[in-house]
């Protein structure tokens, strides 16, 4: 018989029960408002990753040697409410068997349900936009609302966005914890970002990854690109400050027809990134 499988992300090939890191896609985006198409990220940011030597030098760290379990995606054609559900239900199971969660979007949506999956902890989101408004377009689970409803799973306090550069005039004032592009680069990033996570309680940190924080000159592939972005390097300085707290990860809003595909390796790469600095933490102990 021919062998059949799936595409995995690079080098996933522990089972559920031997893995430390779990990833899962979740090809939804039925609240995108502008350019739609990030449901076909999960398989276009998958198919990246092969583009990668799994020998990470920098870190002394082998990619193979790591034992990583990719779920698949999960599968919604109902509404969004339906579909945070859905979400919440698989993040309790990779969260409650120990293990650390990777969630490849999708819309941003997608990122309220997994916080709540966990117990006591803070979440950073890299974003252009605040993300902050209740509601949008008669929806509380709108990817417009992602921070918002990350605070009302968190506490206020205990959530920042880092890289805005975009919020509606409701945002401007409302009490979000932010740091704005602008800052960042005129200040530097180690810089402003250790101030913001001084800000947070000491408590594992979710971080949640929404592409178009990064420039669109580096990450075209994007529903609502916003000029003014942060850099690569900056969001690897930010996972490499915070790898030792980490305890999930997703990256959001790659948005393939839109891309020239350097988008979906930028999102495959910071994944990879993610493991690799968790992974050297926890030999760490
Ligand atoms: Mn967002
Ligand atoms: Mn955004």
Redesign the pocket.
């Known amino acids: 018989m021919p062998s059949r499988g799936m595409l995995r992300f690079m080098d996933a090939s522990a089972a559920f029960e031997d893995s430390r890191f779990v990833i899962f896609g979740v090809p939804f985006d039925r609240t995108t408002t502008f350019r739609s198409g990030t449901r076909f990220a999960p398989t276009t940011v998958r198919e990246a990753s092969w583009n990668f030597e799994p020998m990470m030098f920098e870190h002394g760290v082998d990619i193979q040697d790591i034992p990583l379990h990719d779920a698949g995606d999960l599968i919604e054609e109902g509404a969004v409410d339906t579909m945070v559900e859905e979400v919440e239900e698989e993040a309790r199971r990779i969260v409650s068997a120990g293990k650390f969660p990777i969630c490849i979007g999708g819309e ?1 949506s997608i990122t309220p349900p997994i916080v709540k999956a966990f117990g006591e902890i803070s979440a950073i989101t890299i ?3 605040l ?1 902050y408004k209740d509601t949008y377009q008669g929806l509380k689970n709108s990817h417009g609302c992602a921070h918002k409803r990350i605070e009302d799973a968190v506490g206020k306090g205990n959530v920042f966005s880092f890289g805005v550069r975009s919020m509606a005039e409701e945002e401007v004032g409302a009490g979000a914890l932010y740091a704005d592009a602008f800052r960042v680069h005129q200040e530097g990033c180690q810089k402003v970002f250790r101030e913001m996570l001084q800000k947070l309680k000491r408590r594992p940190i979710y971080l949640s990854l ?1 592409i ?2 990064i420039d669109p000159a580096y990450a075209p592939g994007t529903g ?1 690109p916003e000029p003014f972005g942060l850099t690569p390097f900056d969001v690897r300085l930010i996972i490499n400050e915070i790898g030792d707290r980490l305890v999930g990860f997703d990256v959001v ?1 790659v948005c393939p027809p839109y891309d020239n595909g350097n988008t979906s390796v930028l999102a495959a790469r910071m994944i990879k990134e993610v493991v690799a600095v968790k992974w050297k933490a926890l030999q760490k102990g």
């Open positions: 941003h974003d252009a936009h993300d929404d178009d924080g609502t809003e």
